[in-house]
């Protein structure tokens, strides 16, 4: 049964860090790309950042480059995101996503909640 089990989210200050965690479980987690993706109320999901499956290619979607940081441990089947410097509007839902290589596979997980507010 594949899982995929979002962790960390919270309440914080504006300029504040929180740290994400994603555990996966029930399928190849080192054959997977893995991704974080946000969904604010009324607005579509959009990309935050993505792994490949062997930590070698990194992105980030724009709104959060040199802000937040992804990595993954292949032996723990864990990835992780890295949040500082947050700002109000980084208030979302944040969602774990796996992908296999042809993207014909794809797994999420039930999201964690962010909220960055004074």
């Known amino acids: 049964q594949v899982q995929l089990v979002e962790s960390g989210g919270g309440l914080v200050q504006p300029g504040g860090s929180l740290r994400l965690s994603c555990a996966a479980s029930g399928f190849p987690f080192s054959d997977y790309a893995m991704y974080w993706y946000y969904q604010a109320p009324g607005k579509q999901r959009e990309l935050v950042a993505f792994?490949?499956?062997?930590?070698?290619?990194?992105g980030y979607g724009a709104s959060v480059k040199g802000r937040f940081t992804i990595s993954r441990d292949n032996g723990k089947n864990m990835v992780y995101l890295q949040m500082n410097s947050l700002k109000p509007e980084d208030t979302a839902v944040y969602y774990c996503?796996?992908?296999?290589?042809?993207?014909?596979?794809?797994?999420w997980g039930q999201g964690t909640q962010v909220t960055v507010s004074s």
């Open positions: 792994i490949s499956s062997t930590g070698g290619a990194i």
């Open positions: 996503k796996a992908a296999d290589s042809g993207d014909a596979l794809q797994y």
